[in-house]
């Protein structure tokens, strides 16, 4: 099938960090897109493009997950906001149905002045895709916080703060 989404899943496209969480019908990914080091995609396996289309399953999962990796965001990287939004309309199509899960700072200012859905279109404009090496490390931590669940006491990864 000709979907980025469901080849990242299905790891025929590169996916740098590699897939951080799995539930029974959920993944999350690092984004590959330029909206920086520390945002993750949040999105169903099955090839789906509308949020009403979800089985009753898979919404049952959907909102712990996003609950839970807005917290390991929030715990690695200690933002002001974590952004949670779903587009998924690419060239006025649909898409595969994606969360995207995204920490702010007001040091981004320096790329927008406005927060929010500005920001991201501003991010999106540069296309620069976030350092692999960091997108890594930061894979590995947050696989640990989803693995433990919050148990334990993070320390801030404050060197990839973006
Ligand atoms: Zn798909």
Redesign the pocket.
């Known amino acids: 099938?000709d979907?980025y989404?469901?080849q990242l899943i299905q790891g025929q496209k590169d996916l740098p960090g590699g897939r951080v969480h799995r539930t029974q019908h959920w993944v999350v990914e690092h984004c590959t897109g330029p909206l920086g080091v520390g945002t993750l995609i949040v999105k169903p396996i099955r090839?789906c493009l509308h949020l009403w289309e979800l089985t009753s399953q898979e919404t049952a999962e959907m909102g712990p997950l996003l609950h839970e990796a807005s917290q390991v965001v929030s715990k690695l990287l200690q933002p002001s906001q974590v952004y949670i939004c779903l587009w998924s309309h690419a060239g006025w199509q649909p898409q595969?149905l994606h969360f995207v899960v995204q920490p702010s700072w007001e040091n981004l200012k320096n790329i927008s002045d406005k927060p929010g859905p500005y920001l991201q279109a501003a991010m999106l404009q540069t296309s620069e895709t976030p350092n692999r090496a960091t997108v890594e490390q930061f894979c590995e931590h947050a696989r640990g916080v989803f693995q433990r669940n919050g148990s334990l006491t993070f320390s801030p990864l404050r060197s990839i703060r973006n």
Do not use: R
Request: proline share 0%; with cysteine.
């Open positions: 099938m979907c989404a469901c090839h595969h």
